[in-house]
């Protein structure tokens, strides 16, 4: 897991929305987000808007202390929208995979149709 000291890849581990725990292992040398690993882990996130923040199909609950940057105030405005909103919530598409996330809980949220 480590190059020269430095992280080549994080673990993220993610309750998917049949209660299933997957722990993914994710290389740090590709820019990717959240949203982008389930779908890449072909968990059940369609990931529509494309990451913009306009579809809230990657709407997740964040289940461990990590640090992460604030929402932008286009994810907060998409969050006002959906339904089973927590004060965790967060959109996957909006949390970059960076070593600071190595570690991080998150629960994919129920979709509105539910």
Known sequence: MHFNGLMDEIT???TDREG???DIEIPLDIDLNLMEVCKASDLDVDGTCGGM??????????????????????EEIMLDQVLFVE???????????TEDIHGLKVRL?????E
């Open 12 to 14: 993220i581990h993610l």
């Open 20 to 22: 299933e725990l997957h």
């Open 53 to 74: 923040a306009l579809c809230a199909s990657c709407h997740m609950y964040v289940e461990s202390d990590h640090e992460l940057p604030e929402p932008s105030e286009d």
């Open 87 to 97: 004060d965790n919530s967060r959109l996957g598409c909006q949390i970059k995979v």
């Open 109 to 113: 949220a129920h979709l509105g149709s």
